[in-house]
C-alpha cells in the first residue's frame, strides 16, 4: 500500500502540527500507511509541546516533494492557497478540518468539517468513533492545539465540544491545562530570536476575500507596546511583501491574549477595508479592534462581507 | 429557533429524497428545528418506497422558497449548480453527502462527505455515533437508498461499508432487501406514463467537466431496446435542451439494470468526449458502454479528464 502524506496548512501553527500527528497515528491504528509531514517548521508555541514530550518535529515538505497522484490526508485546512502547490494533481483520500470549504473535487472523498475552535476537537471525535484509545501524549498534543486556536477556551471560536474535550483530554494526559496552556501561549509570544520578516510570517495567511488579494497575519503577545516598538520597521516588511506579492493589503493583528484585544496595523490601497469592516479610524495606519482575537470568526467573515 | 430547510439535489432521486426525511428525523431527535423539502417531485422508484412506507412526499421548494439568511442542510449534494438558486446568500449548517466536493463557503459548517455508495450509509453511521435508534421505517427509508444507488449493491460505487449498512438495516426492517429492492428498482424503470421531454429530465445532472457545460442523464432499465424504441424522439429532445441552456454534450445513458451495462446516446458539440473516454465510436449518436453502470464513477472523473 502506498504511503499517504499527512499534512496541515503552510506556516503550521499548533493545530496543523499536532494534528498532523495525531491523525497519522490514528490512520496507522487503523492499518493504513500513513507518515506525518509539515509544510513549514513548528512555531515557538509549537516547539513548546513537542519539547514537552520529547517529538520531533515532522519532516517540512518542500515544493514538488508530494509527486503528482500521490495519496493525502489534509487536516486543519482545505484551502489550495495554504497547501501544496500540486494540489490538483494529488489524490486526496481525507479532510479532516474546521475552516470555510474553498477545495474542489473531481471525485468523492472523505470529508470532515466541524465548525468547532480547533481540528483536533473533531479528531477526538474521530477517535472516540472508530474506539481508538487516546493515551497522555495523543492527549496532550490535542489538548495543546484546543488551547493554543481558542486562546484558553476565551475565543469567540471556542465551543462546548472543545471545552469538553480539553477537560476530557486533560484528565487522561493528568495536566493542569491552565497552567500548562498559559505556558504554551506565552512561548508562543516570545519573538525576541525573530527578524521583522520572520514575524511577518509567522501565522501569515495570504486568501483572497471577493476579489481583493490580502495577507493576514497574527502575532500573539502579553504586552502590545512591546510589540509596537517595531511598528516602522514592520511597516517597511509589509510594504515589500505588498508589492512582491500585489497584495490590495496586508493586515496584521497584534493579539493581546491576556485582554483578548488586538492591535492592528494596516497598509496597501484597500486598507479601507479595516476602517469600513471595525468602525474604526486607521491613525499612522493602525487602529485598537477592542475584543477581537479570532481572525476565523471576527475578520474574515466580515471582511469578506465589507470588500 | 428558527427552522432549518432540509433537502437533496434537484431532480431529487430516491438517496435525495429519503435521506432529507431521515435527517430531519434525525435533527428533531438531537433537538433541533428542522423540516424536510425537495428540490422536486419523488421518481417512480422513490413513490414506491413512500407508498410502501405510507409516507407523504416532502413539500417541493421552487425557485425563492428558501428566503436569504435562512439555515439549510444539504443531504446528497453540495454541488451548487444542483442546489437552490440562492445558495450563497443562505446559511448552510450541515451537508452530508457523499459526491465531490463542489461548494465554496466563507464560513465553517459541518460538512460530512465520505466515498460511500449512498448518502444514506453517512446517515446511518449518524444515527449510531448519536446513539439515536434507528426505527423500522428510517430502516427501510435507508436501505431503500442504498439498494438505489449501489443498483442492488452492484454498482462499482458499491463499498463494505454499504453492503454492512443494508445488512443490518434489512434485519430491523424485516425485510428480505434483496426481493424487496428488485421491486423497487423495476417500478423505477417504468416509462410508460412518461413524455420524452420528462424521461429526459429523470435523473438528469447538469454540470460541468472542466469547461465543458453538459446534461448527463441516467435512465433505469430492464431492457434496453424498450427504451431505444424512442431514440428519434428522445434526441429531438436532447436537441432542443442543448439549444435552450447552450450544451455542449447531452449525454444520455440507458442502463440496464439486470445485466450491468450502458447505452449511451451522445448528442452536442462535444459528442468526442464519449468516444475519447471510452475508446468507442458512436453510431447514430450511439454506443453500448459495457459494464458502466455508475454516473459517479465511470462517467464523470473519466470524462472530466478527458474534457
Given at each position: 500500500m502506498?504511503?499517504?502524506?499527512?499534512?496541515?496548512?503552510?506556516?503550521?501553527?499548533?493545530?496543523?502540527?499536532?494534528?498532523?500527528?495525531?491523525m497519522a497515528n490514528l490512520e496507522t491504528k487503523l492499518g493504513n500507511n500513513a507518515e506525518t509531514y509539515a509544510l513549514g517548521t513548528p512555531n515557538k508555541e509549537t516547539e513548546y509541546v513537542l519539547n514537552y514530550l520529547g517529538i520531533e518535529a515532522p519532516k517540512v515538505l518542500n515544493d514538488g516533494d508530494v509527486p503528482d497522484g500521490a495519496n493525502v490526508i489534509l487536516v486543519d485546512h482545505?484551502?489550495?492557497?495554504?497547501?501544496?502547490?500540486n494540489l490538483d494533481n494529488v489524490n486526496i483520500l481525507k479532510i479532516v478540518d474546521h475552516h470555510c470549504v474553498k477545495v474542489?473535487?473531481?471525485?468523492?472523498?472523505?470529508?470532515?468539517?466541524?465548525?468547532?475552535?480547533?481540528?483536533?476537537?473533531?479528531?477526538?471525535?474521530l477517535y472516540k468513533?472508530?474506539?481508538?484509545?487516546?493515551?497522555?501524549?495523543?492527549?496532550?498534543?490535542?489538548?495543546?492545539?484546543?488551547?493554543?486556536?481558542?486562546?484558553?477556551?476565551?475565543?469567540?471560536?471556542?465551543?462546548?465540544?472543545?471545552v469538553n474535550a480539553v477537560k476530557d483530554l486533560a484528565k487522561i494526559a493528568g495536566i493542569d491545562y491552565e497552567s500548562y496552556g498559559l505556558e504554551m501561549l506565552k512561548a508562543g509570544t516570545?519573538?525576541?530570536?525573530?527578524?521583522?520578516?520572520?514575524i511577518l510570517s509567522l501565522d501569515a495567511k495570504q486568501t483572497s476575500l471577493k476579489d481583493v488579494k490580502v495577507i493576514i497575519n497574527q502575532v500573539n503577545t502579553a504586552s502590545i507596546p512591546e510589540v509596537m516598538?517595531?511598528?516602522?520597521?514592520?511597516?517597511?516588511?509589509?510594504k515589500k511583501e505588498i508589492e512582491s506579492k500585489g497584495l490590495d493589503l496586508f493586515m496584521l493583528l497584534i493579539t493581546d491574549i491576556v485582554n483578548s484585544n488586538s492591535q492592528v496595523i494596516a497598509l496597501g490601497k484597500r486598507a479601507d477595508l479595516v476602517e469600513k469592516?471595525?468602525?474604526?479610524?486607521?491613525?499612522?495606519?493602525?487602529?485598537?479592534?477592542?475584543?477581537?482575537v479570532s481572525r476565523k470568526k471576527q475578520v474574515i467573515p466580515i471582511m469578506t462581507e465589507n470588500a
Amino acid at each position: 500500500m502506498d504511503k499517504t502524506y499527512i499534512f496541515g496548512h503552510k506556516n503550521p501553527d499548533t493545530d496543523s502540527i499536532t494534528s498532523s500527528l495525531v491523525m497519522a497515528n490514528l490512520e496507522t491504528k487503523l492499518g493504513n500507511n500513513a507518515e506525518t509531514y509539515a509544510l513549514g517548521t513548528p512555531n515557538k508555541e509549537t516547539e513548546y509541546v513537542l519539547n514537552y514530550l520529547g517529538i520531533e518535529a515532522p519532516k517540512v515538505l518542500n515544493d514538488g516533494d508530494v509527486p503528482d497522484g500521490a495519496n493525502v490526508i489534509l487536516v486543519d485546512h482545505n484551502n489550495p492557497e495554504e497547501s501544496i502547490p500540486n494540489l490538483d494533481n494529488v489524490n486526496i483520500l481525507k479532510i479532516v478540518d474546521h475552516h470555510c470549504v474553498k477545495v474542489s473535487t473531481s471525485y468523492p472523498l472523505y470529508y470532515r468539517a466541524e465548525p468547532v475552535g480547533c481540528t483536533e476537537t473533531v479528531m477526538y471525535k474521530l477517535y472516540k468513533e472508530n474506539g481508538v484509545e487516546i493515551d497522555k501524549k495523543i492527549a496532550t498534543l490535542m489538548l495543546s492545539a484546543i488551547i493554543s486556536d481558542t486562546l484558553l477556551l476565551k475565543s469567540p471560536t471556542c465551543t462546548e465540544e472543545d471545552v469538553n474535550a480539553v477537560k476530557d483530554l486533560a484528565k487522561i494526559a493528568g495536566i493542569d491545562y491552565e497552567s500548562y496552556g498559559l505556558e504554551m501561549l506565552k512561548a508562543g509570544t516570545d519573538l525576541s530570536s525573530f527578524t521583522t520578516e520572520e514575524i511577518l510570517s509567522l501565522d501569515a495567511k495570504q486568501t483572497s476575500l471577493k476579489d481583493v488579494k490580502v495577507i493576514i497575519n497574527q502575532v500573539n503577545t502579553a504586552s502590545i507596546p512591546e510589540v509596537m516598538k517595531l511598528k516602522a520597521d514592520l511597516e517597511a516588511g509589509m510594504k515589500k511583501e505588498i508589492e512582491s506579492k500585489g497584495l490590495d493589503l496586508f493586515m496584521l493583528l497584534i493579539t493581546d491574549i491576556v485582554n483578548s484585544n488586538s492591535q492592528v496595523i494596516a497598509l496597501g490601497k484597500r486598507a479601507d477595508l479595516v476602517e469600513k469592516s471595525y468602525g474604526v479610524k486607521l491613525e499612522d495606519n493602525t487602529a485598537l479592534l477592542k475584543g477581537v482575537v479570532s481572525r476565523k470568526k471576527q475578520v474574515i467573515p466580515i471582511m469578506t462581507e465589507n470588500a
